[in-house]
Each structure stands twice: as C-alpha cells, then as structure tokens.
C-alpha cells in the first residue's frame, strides 16, 4: 500500500531529529553541509498543511509540538536501528564517536583511549571541536567536556578536574608588574575565552577581575601562545601550562578547579555501544 504523500518519510524525520538536537535552523544546516533556506526549505516542506513538527517558545528558541515529540521519537528509533544494521553488516566495528577539546583531549582522553583499545574494544574516533556546548548530539557518542554540572538531558559522570592558574611572560610583566596582594586586574591586557569555553565559571570569575581585553579564543593553546609572546595576561590549565618555560604563574587566586565531564545523551546512553564504553570509563577514571 503506498504511503500518503503527506506523511513523513525517513529522509523528513532524520532532518527533523537534526533540527531539534542542533536548536536552530541555522546550526541543522551547517552539520548538513546545506544552506540554511534549504534546511527550512525542507522543513517546511514536511509541515506544509499545517502539520507542525516546532512551535517557538517565549525566547524564540525551536520547541517541538506533540507531532513534532511523536517523529523525533521514531527518528531516533531509526537511527538507533539503521546504526545497529551497520554494525552487525560491516566487518570492520563502528567506532565510538568521542567529541573533545585540546585540553580534555590531551589531559584526559588521549591517556585512556590506549587501554580501550588494548581490552579489545570497539575502536574510538577522537574529533576535537573548538565550540562544544554548540554541537548537535547526533555529532558524537561520547562528550568530554568541562563545566559546573552535568548539563541536563544527558548521562554521564565525572571524570577529573582542571585546575586553573594565571600565568604571564616576563617580558609582559617587566612593563606591566602585577602587584603583590592585587585581586582586580585593572590597567592590564587581558586573553579571554570565546565560544563555549567562555561559558566556563573559572574564565567568567576572570572577566568580573576586570582588565582591557588583548585577545578572545576558544582554544586554550591558541591563548597559552599569545600569553608567551607577551600580549597579556591569561588564565590556563596548569597541567598545560605549568612546564612552559616562556611563561610565569601569578600568585593571584582566580578560580576554583573545574570538574570534567565525560557524558551521552541521555536517551542514546542506553545503547549497548555506549553504555559499554561508559562501564567501562566508570572503572577506568575512578582508578586513577
């Protein structure tokens, strides 16, 4: 029997589920390689005839409807299902997906991937991106991430902390010394965090310090560079910074340490590839 034109097909729903786990049309369009007048061209497409699948919400933001929960739920279904398909026709395992940052990468997955692998486990993709609190879930199984908390909608646990210093080059503070005792940065050349490091409590209790603004990044080694070459003062990692011979570290307290997350979604975190590699991390971390 064929299925009426005006119902979605898999196509419809895997754009959707897009849609909703990137929170705009603009960021659905982007992980989709399209322009985003195509991204609502589909969209609306789907809810042509008044079948809406979102509804804005009082800030603006995409909210799904009751029809819009129904598809995103067999969207994922789909996905979960084509994605087991995969696996069980490829000879080769799929990989967890394990989206991280310079600093998580180096200081905490990098070190544990090796033992993954030598238990004989699937093998993992490592990906590091810049900006995560902006990536759709369907980017990634795994999320190494810092942050206050765990972020709601998802599952995880806590794998470590990084703990912060401020650190600046000699020749910057020969011009600029920072007085014993200060605890405001006034009169000083400031490297801030952008993106989602920005969102980060250790780099917002940097900005209330106050400072002029020299530089803005979100990578911690793009601002640990432009510290050594004297534009400014930074705060960084100090399992990153600390051997760097080019810099110094400030006596002057600025942030508490930062837990960070390892983390799934929640309603992918009971997938067996996942939930394995969580046991698994669960053990691992809380060893070392």
Known sequence: MP?????????????????HEAGSLSAAARFA?????????????????GARAFARDALGALALTERGEAMVLAARVMRAAYDDLLANLDAVPRPIRIAACEVTAQLFVADALPEWARQGRDPADLAIYDDLFSLPAAQYDILVTPGESLPEGAQGLEIGRIDWGLYAAPGYLAVHPVRPGA???????????SGSLGEIGAYAKLKALGGQPAMTSS?????????ARGLGLALLPKALARDDGRIRELGMPVADASPVWLIA????????????????????????
């Open 3 to 19: 299925v009426s034109s005006d119902l979605p097909d898999w196509n419809d729903l895997r754009d959707l589920l897009l849609v």
């Open 33 to 49: 390689g399209v322009s985003q007048s195509t991204m609502s061209r589909r969209l609306a497409a789907v809810e042509a005839g």
């Open 183 to 193: 605890n405001a940065l006034d009169g000083h050349k400031v490297i801030r965090a």
């Open 219 to 227: 990578s911690p080694v793009a601002q640990l560079e432009a510290c």
């Open 265 to 288: 979604d929640a309603k992918e975190a009971s997938h067996p590839r996942i939930a394995t590699f969580l046991r698994w991390a669960r053990g691992h971390f809380r060893s070392r």
